[in-house]
């Protein structure tokens, strides 16, 4: 019986480690977004599933809801170039 109850302990863990790390965060964000309307708490969802919480709660952390452009340095945005060699 306790060997039974420990398998299945250690095979939920197994399965919620799998859950939030490697689904695509579409589906993490599914999850979150359900089990937060089952009662649990969002934020700590979130943050277990490393997603950001949703902008339904109204908590602004996500920056949708912003009028205003985010501020820059007032320069052109870097770019970034790789340089390869090729070798013949």
């Known amino acids: ?3 039974q109850v420990i398998v299945v302990l250690i095979v939920v863990a ?3 480690h799998f859950c939030t790390k490697y689904l695509p965060a579409a589906l993490r964000k599914q999850i979150v977004y359900v089990l937060s309307r089952r009662g649990f708490d969002q934020n700590k969802l979130a943050k277990l599933f490393n997603t950001k919480s949703s902008c339904g709660d109204g908590c602004a952390s996500c920056g949708s809801c912003e009028t205003t452009p985010p501020a820059s340095s007032g320069s052109a945005p870097l770019k970034r170039v790789i340089m390869l060699r090729v070798q013949r």
């Open 14 to 16: 197994a399965l919620a």
């Open 1 to 3: 019986m306790w060997q």
